[in-house]
């Protein structure tokens, strides 16, 4: 396991939605504007950084978020990974990119905090407090969205069909943790 | 309440973005030379215009990049967005 304390480590199940924190999970970000980045991203993690806005890529083992031109997110889709996992990764990723003035690498593995929506209602449970306009986002599967959730920043993966998940930073993780049990029990 | 077309993420609420006031202000070539007068023009002043005036923004709550917008202040309408260093669509 990670050398992470969670913040909620909670599980809770309403009408037709279910909240899980999912933590500890890896989560590494990444900053280039180098040609040479891509390539060595690919030879490292096996995925290629997303280009399109609003994407992502991802394996069995990572999934790579577009958040801007410039800037991924990578983060671990299996939650048994341990803190040398962490470390080997960072260390790779650190001597391949950062140490050669490729890019910046940044562990963010402690600054986000990650909670999994599953169910049929989690976009009315969203929509309740995000000006975003979910429609084309449910859609596809793999998309990606950096937005606000009761005035929170937030950023949404989008796994599958009524399955997301969702990133928040951790200082204000417990706050929106308690407006969405608050909000999915009105539901 | 208006929507912003985002030139790197696509069209947003309002709420997401920032204004960073008046753009395409260049910096003078040579600042030793400038009076305080001049230079406190440059640092200073900004027009506040009614009609269309060309503005920086940020979108703060998503891709955090800089573009500039071209905005109506007196319905604002947005007649267009641009990255930065990209000339204007609009005169």
């Known amino acids: ?187 | 309440m208006f929507i912003i077309n985002c030139p790197y993420c696509g069209k947003r609420d309002q709420v997401e973005f920032s204004c960073g006031g008046e753009a395409h202000i260049e910096r003078p070539k040579q600042p030793t030379e400038l009076s305080d007068d001049q230079w406190a023009e440059y640092l200073f002043m900004r027009k506040n215009i009614k009609g269309v005036q060309f503005e920086r923004w940020n979108h703060t709550h998503g891709c955090r990049k800089w573009f500039n917008m071209v905005r109506d202040t007196s319905n604002d309408k947005i007649h267009a967005t641009y990255k930065m260093g990209e000339k204007p669509p609009i005169k």
């Open chain 1, 1 to 187: 396991m990670l050398n992470f304390n969670s913040p909620i480590q909670n599980e809770k199940k309403y009408n037709e939605i279910k909240i899980t924190e999912l933590e500890p999970t890896i989560k590494i970000n990444l900053r280039s504007n180098k040609r040479e980045f891509s390539t060595k991203i690919g030879k490292i993690l096996s995925i290629l950084p997303p280009t399109e806005a609003n994407t992502s890529s991802g394996n069995e083992n990572y999934s790579l978020l577009w958040l801007s031109p410039d800037e991924w997110l990578v983060y671990s889709k299996n939650k048994n990974q341990n803190f040398k996992d962490q470390i080997e990764l960072e260390k790779k990723l650190f001597n391949e990119i950062s140490k050669i003035n490729q890019g910046a690498v940044t562990n963010v593995s402690d600054h986000w905090v990650l909670f999994n929506l599953k169910g049929n209602k989690i976009y009315d449970l969203l929509t309740k407090s995000c000006p975003f306009d979910f429609n084309e986002f449910k859609k596809k599967k793999g998309s990606v969205l950096q937005t606000i959730v009761n005035h929170i920043d937030v950023i949404i993966h989008n796994n599958e069909n009524n399955d997301l998940n969702l990133f928040v930073r951790r200082s204000f993780s417990e706050d929106l943790w308690l407006w969405i049990n608050d909000s999915a029990s009105f539901l």
